[in-house]
C-alpha cells in the first residue's frame, strides 16, 4: 500500500490534506506533518519517525516536501537510505492528488518521475495562457 505524507513548514500541508480530503474522501493512508508550528522551532523528526514506523514494511512511503533545499526536505531526504522512502518536494495539489488517487499499491520510479513532470504542467501564468487576447472578447 502507498502510504503519502505530506509535510511541510508551518500548516500548508494540512491545508493541503484537508482539500485532498475535499476531492477524493476521507483517505486513510494520507497524513500531513506541520513543521514549526505551534512554537515548535524544530523539525518534528521523532513525530515523522513515529508515523513512518506505523506503517508496514511493505508499504511504499511517499514524503512530499513543500520547498527544495529548505529544512523540512533536507531532514525527508535523510530517509531515502530506507528504500521504501520516496521523498518528492516542491509539492503541489495536482502531484499530491495525483499519487493519492493512483489505484496500484505500489509505484515504479517511471510512474513516479511521470507523475511529477505531469504535474509541473499544472503551473501555468495564467496571463499568457491560451493567448489571453482581449480582442478575442467580442
Do not use: W
Not at 11 to 29: K, L, V, W, Y
Not at 105 to 126: C, F, G, H, P, W
Amino acid at each position: 500500500m502507498k502510504q503519502i505524507v505530506i509535510i511541510s513548514h508551518k500548516t500548508m500541508a494540512q491545508g493541503m490534506a484537508e482539500t485532498i480530503r475535499f476531492f477524493a474522501g476521507d483517505i486513510t493512508n494520507l497524513h500531513y506533518l506541520c513543521a514549526y508550528e505551534n512554537g515548535k522551532n524544530a523539525f518534528p523528526a521523532d513525530e515523522l519517525a513515529a508515523t513512518i514506523a506505523s506503517f508496514n514494511d511493505q508499504d511504499q512511503v511517499f514524503l512530499l516536501t513543500d520547498l527544495l533545499g529548505g529544512s523540512v526536505n533536507q531532514n525527508c531526504t535523510q530517509l531515502i537510505k530506507n528504500k521504501q522512502v520516496n521523498v518528492i518536494t516542491g509539492v503541489n495539489l495536482a502531484l499530491a492528488l495525483s499519487i493519492v488517487l493512483q489505484p496500484e499499491d505500489r509505484l515504479s520510479e517511471q510512474e513516479i518521475n511521470k507523475l511529477v513532470s505531469e504535474a509541473k504542467t499544472q503551473m501555468v501564468y495564467m496571463n499568457d495562457y491560451n493567448g489571453n487576447d482581449e480582442a478575442d472578447d467580442e
